[in-house]
């Protein structure tokens, strides 16, 4: 089975404060810690273990500046066969419709069964894996975290659905699936693996590469800056020695029937 | 011509889902002037039911009555979709696990701008909507804006409007069945797999003691078990926690865990993510424990407490065992 799995390069949440930058144009970028984003890495493992089971090849994909190569290399550390990277600074401020058409541009020169997605990343928007779906006009099925190859035509999907509920899909190859977190346990990548695929190629495709224009990338969906809302009233900060914010609680603990 | 919003409406065996009313604040904040119409799919009984529940609170109901879209499989509700929407339509979907199968494609399909897990709306000007989102696990907003002439999809994120409760519409139903075309799809439902029940079923309990991923190692979570049982407490937890398979998936609060409705709530090591909250219920008092001062949990929480929930926990589980 041929697989594809999208992935992205984001600031990694929980070792950074995101904080905007002075004009508001964008967060502010120096010192970030940047990661593959969380939902990938269960899409790629995923796809290793398949192919661990029914052969075939896992491919990692992604758009971005050269900084991207960083994280196909450590999806092909975890098992990735092959990676390619879209870039040109014409996808540059391009939206999620955008980021599918460069996908999509890619993956017609392929001859992909199964293309996986995170169920979404740092924007918390989800919708690459849809769209590409509609525009390659394949099936689609998001927040998957149940997966099983019934042949090399049919997968069996369960959807996350509400309370912990799955819903079962059978679906025709090819398709796309965004993949949720808890399908399965990504493996660890050591130093070592990454240095293992250091010296791998991975081919830099360009929107003429990909024989797409600035109109087939110009975005449709703007953002005009980034902002902190005006903060609520929040929380009564417990503030002191540890003992004093101790004594509060357990007293405000009491009082609120939270000690049986 | 006033401006047209479709508000697909979510139900359950006859009963429509908390978010079919907010999707009329939404519609107005939108364009106060819109015309606002339901679009409910289904078939049968359970249809009629809610289209005829949905005319006290929207003017217009657009019933889409076939066998295979009993249950909603997104592909072919998007292909309904298709087939009766304007081409300049403003449609509405509830982001949670439906909105997100069907609106990005729905988006492409209809060629119109997709903006999804909208929490408000700043209005239009001429043909440009601008909508506020977040990102980076609500860490931080941004202004996003689209033209909207040839229509849009957005989905609105749940709770995020205020429930439009009026129910002074005083509607009607037209069936649009007749207008949907070819539905199928390569995809098929098959069934519902029911999740698993745990040993304590939380959405009972008054007291929960809820851990998240600031508790960085599953050895640490006996900190957590000792202030749990201080306090009489049960232990819940955020969906990091679950998919490292720590605590076991019964004990996951949140819109795909469970809903739970206790009188206090200790959220530990917990950022505040809306899909987690959004499985809180019944407005229990909320304690947070975070070391991110700026973590959004605090907009939220009752009382907060600044601090490292590994040196935190076990002090406070010892000044709770003092006061017995
Ligand atoms: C479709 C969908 C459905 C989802 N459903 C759910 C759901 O049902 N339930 C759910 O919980 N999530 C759900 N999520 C995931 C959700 O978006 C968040 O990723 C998740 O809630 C984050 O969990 P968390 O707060 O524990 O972790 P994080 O967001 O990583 O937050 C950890 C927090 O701990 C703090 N921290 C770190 N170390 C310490 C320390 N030593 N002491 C004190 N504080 C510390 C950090 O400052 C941070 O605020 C869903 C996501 C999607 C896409």
């Given at each position: 089975m041929?697989i594809?799995?999208?992935?992205?390069?984001?600031p990694?949440?929980s070792?950074n404060?995101?904080?905007v930058?002075?004009?508001?144009?964008?967060?502010?970028?120096d010192?970030l810690?940047?990661?593959?984003?969380?939902?990938?890495?269960?899409a790629v493992?995923?796809a290793?273990q398949?192919?661990?089971?029914?052969?075939g090849t896992?491919t990692?994909?992604?758009?971005g500046?050269e900084e991207a190569e960083?994280?196909?290399?450590?999806e092909?550390?975890m098992?990735?066969?092959?990676?390619?990277?879209l870039?040109?600074?014409a996808?540059e401020g391009?939206?999620?419709?955008?980021?599918?058409?460069?996908l999509k541009?890619?993956i017609?020169k392929?001859?992909?069964?199964?293309?996986?997605?995170?169920?979404?990343?740092d924007?918390?928007?989800g919708?690459?894996g849809?769209?590409?779906?509609a525009?390659?006009?394949v099936?689609?099925a998001?927040?998957?975290n149940?997966?099983?190859v019934?042949d090399?035509?049919k997968?069996k999907?369960?959807?996350?659905?509400a309370?912990g509920?799955q819903?079962?899909n059978?679906i025709?190859l090819p398709?796309?699936?965004?993949?949720?977190?808890?399908?399965?346990?990504?493996?660890y990548v050591?130093?070592?693996g990454i240095r293992?695929v250091?010296?791998?190629?991975i081919p830099v495709?360009t929107a003429g590469d990909l024989g797409?224009?600035?109109s087939?990338v110009a975005?449709?969906?703007?953002?005009?800056d980034y902002f902190?809302?005006?903060?609520?009233?929040?929380a009564?900060?417990l503030?002191?020695?540890?003992?004093?914010?101790i004594?509060?609680?357990?007293?405000?603990?009491?009082?609120?029937?939270?000690?049986? | 011509?006033?401006?047209q919003v479709f508000?697909y409406?979510?139900?359950?065996?006859g009963?429509?889902?908390d978010?079919a009313?907010?999707?009329?604040?939404?519609a107005?904040?939108?364009d106060?002037?819109?015309?606002v119409?339901a679009v409910?799919?289904?078939?049968?009984?359970?249809?009629?039911?809610?289209?005829?529940e949905m005319t006290?609170s929207y003017?217009?109901?657009w019933?889409?009555?076939?066998a295979?879209l009993?249950?909603?499989?997104?592909e072919?509700?998007?292909k309904a979709l298709?087939?009766i929407?304007?081409?300049?339509?403003v449609?509405?979907?509830p982001h949670?696990?439906?909105?997100?199968d069907?609106?990005?494609?729905?988006?492409?399909?209809?060629?119109a701008?997709?903006l999804p897990?909208?929490v408000d709306?700043e209005?239009?000007?001429?043909?440009?909507?601008?909508v506020?989102?977040?990102?980076?696990?609500?860490?931080v907003s941004?202004?996003v804006q689209?033209?909207?002439?040839?229509?849009?999809v957005i989905?609105?994120r749940?709770?995020?409007f205020?429930?439009?409760e009026?129910?002074?519409a005083?509607?009607q139903?037209?069936d649009?069945?007749?207008?949907?075309g070819?539905l199928a799809s390569?995809?098929?439902y098959?069934?519902?797999?029911?999740?698993?029940?745990?040993?304590?079923d939380i959405?009972?309990s008054?007291?929960l003691v809820s851990?998240?991923?600031?508790i960085e190692d599953?050895?640490?979570?006996?900190i957590?078990?000792?202030l749990?049982e201080a306090?009489?407490?049960?232990?819940?937890c955020?969906?990091?926690?679950?998919?490292a398979?720590w605590?076991?998936?019964s004990?996951?609060v949140?819109?795909?865990g469970?809903t739970?409705?206790?009188k206090v709530y200790?959220?530990?090591g917990?950022?505040?993510?809306f899909?987690h909250?959004?499985?809180?219920?019944g407005?229990p008092?909320?304690?947070?424990?975070?070391k991110?001062p700026k973590?959004p949990?605090?907009?939220?929480?009752d009382v907060?407490?600044?601090?490292d929930?590994?040196?935190?926990v076990?002090?406070?589980?010892?000044?709770i065992?003092?006061?017995?």
């Amino acid at each position: 089975m041929e697989i594809l799995v999208c992935v992205k390069r984001v600031p990694d949440t929980s070792e950074n404060e995101i904080e905007v930058n002075s004009k508001g144009t964008d967060i502010d970028r120096d010192d970030l810690v940047y990661s593959v984003n969380e939902w990938d890495n269960y899409a790629v493992e995923e796809a290793i273990q398949i192919r661990d089971k029914v052969g075939g090849t896992v491919t990692v994909i992604t758009v971005g500046d050269e900084e991207a190569e960083e994280v196909l290399r450590r999806e092909m550390a975890m098992g990735a066969d092959k990676g390619i990277l879209l870039s040109d600074e014409a996808f540059e401020g391009t939206d999620g419709r955008g980021i599918a058409a460069i996908l999509k541009a890619e993956i017609e020169k392929g001859n992909y069964d199964l293309i996986l997605t995170g169920a979404q990343a740092d924007d918390g928007a989800g919708q690459v894996g849809g769209m590409l779906a509609a525009m390659l006009d394949v099936p689609y099925a998001s927040l998957v975290n149940y997966l099983e190859v019934i042949d090399d035509k049919k997968i069996k999907a369960g959807r996350e659905i509400a309370g912990g509920n799955q819903e079962m899909n059978e679906i025709e190859l090819p398709c796309v699936l965004s993949i949720q977190t808890g399908i399965n346990e990504p493996r660890y990548v050591g130093i070592r693996g990454i240095r293992k695929v250091a010296s791998l190629d991975i081919p830099v495709r360009t929107a003429g590469d990909l024989g797409l224009d600035a109109s087939a990338v110009a975005p449709k969906v703007n953002r005009v800056d980034y902002f902190v809302p005006e903060p609520g009233e929040g929380a009564e900060m417990l503030e002191g020695s540890t003992e004093e914010i101790i004594e509060k609680l357990v007293e405000i603990l009491k009082a609120k029937g939270g000690i049986k | 011509m006033s401006r047209q919003v479709f508000a697909y409406i979510l139900h359950k065996e006859g009963t429509p889902d908390d978010t079919a009313l907010e999707l009329i604040t939404a519609a107005k904040k939108i364009d106060p002037d819109a015309s606002v119409i339901a679009v409910v799919t289904g078939s049968g009984d359970n249809l009629n039911t809610v289209c005829n529940e949905m005319t006290a609170s929207y003017s217009e109901v657009w019933k889409v009555d076939h066998a295979d879209l009993a249950y909603p499989n997104a592909e072919l509700v998007r292909k309904a979709l298709v087939g009766i929407l304007p081409k300049d339509a403003v449609v509405l979907v509830p982001h949670e696990h439906f909105g997100l199968d069907l609106s990005p494609g729905l988006s492409v399909k209809l060629d119109a701008p997709y903006l999804p897990d909208v929490v408000d709306f700043e209005g239009v000007e001429g043909d440009t909507l601008k909508v506020i989102r977040q990102e980076f696990s609500g860490m931080v907003s941004t202004h996003v804006q689209a033209d909207i002439s040839g229509g849009v999809v957005i989905t609105p994120r749940p709770g995020s409007f205020q429930p439009d409760e009026s129910k002074s519409a005083g509607g009607q139903a037209t069936d649009k069945s007749g207008e949907i075309g070819d539905l199928a799809s390569t995809r098929r439902y098959l069934e519902i797999v029911e999740a698993e029940v745990g040993e304590v079923d939380i959405t009972k309990s008054d007291v929960l003691v809820s851990v998240g991923r600031g508790i960085e190692d599953q050895d640490n979570l006996e900190i957590i078990e000792e202030l749990a049982e201080a306090m009489g407490a049960d232990i819940s937890c955020s969906r990091p926690i679950v998919d490292a398979k720590w605590l076991e998936k019964s004990r996951q609060v949140g819109t795909s865990g469970q809903t739970v409705k206790p009188k206090v709530y200790m959220a530990l090591g917990i950022s505040g993510s809306f899909q987690h909250m959004g499985g809180i219920k019944g407005s229990p008092f909320i304690v947070a424990v975070n070391k991110n001062p700026k973590a959004p949990i605090f907009q939220v929480a009752d009382v907060g407490v600044v601090a490292d929930i590994l040196e935190f926990v076990p002090e406070l589980t010892e000044g709770i065992a003092e006061e017995k």
